[in-house]
């Protein structure tokens, strides 16, 4: 059992920086690969980036490559989404999930956060 915890969320203009934090419970963190994915008012869940256990490999959503960096920390069984040039189509509820692979199917995940809340204001 993996129990996730995100923060880092608020307001922020365009253009501007946040960082995301999800914090896992649980000795296994290291095992599980992890992902962010997203929720915008009136619209599907969709994927952001993910990370292998080891941090080896990562996937970005064709729309935050080069904005986005998605990172872990096993010895603080954390993972970090680290979200420069925000604009504000990245206005959003923001998702860490735990699963057995880094895929950018939210279905693959087994463990999901409460999620919080990203607004990029114009």
């Known amino acids: 059992q993996v129990q996730l915890v995100e923060s880092g969320g608020g307001l922020v203009q365009a253009g501007g920086s946040l960082r995301l934090s999800c914090a896992a419970s649980g000795r296994t963190f290291s095992t599980y690969a992890m992902g962010w994915f997203r929720q915008a008012p009136g619209k599907e869940r969709e994927f952001v980036a993910s990370?292998?256990?080891?941090?080896?490999?990562?996937y970005y959503a064709d729309s935050v490559k080069g904005r986005f960096t998605i990172s872990r920390d096993n010895a603080k069984n954390t993972v970090y989404l680290q979200m420069n040039s925000l604009k504000p189509e990245d206005t959003a509820v923001y998702y860490c999930?735990?699963?057995?692979?880094?895929?950018?199917?939210?279905?693959?995940?087994?463990?999901w956060g409460q999620g919080t809340q990203v607004t990029v204001s114009s």
């Open positions: 990370i292998g256990w080891s941090g080896g490999v990562t």
């Open positions: 999930a735990a699963g057995a692979l880094p895929t950018s199917r939210g279905t693959n995940y087994d463990y």
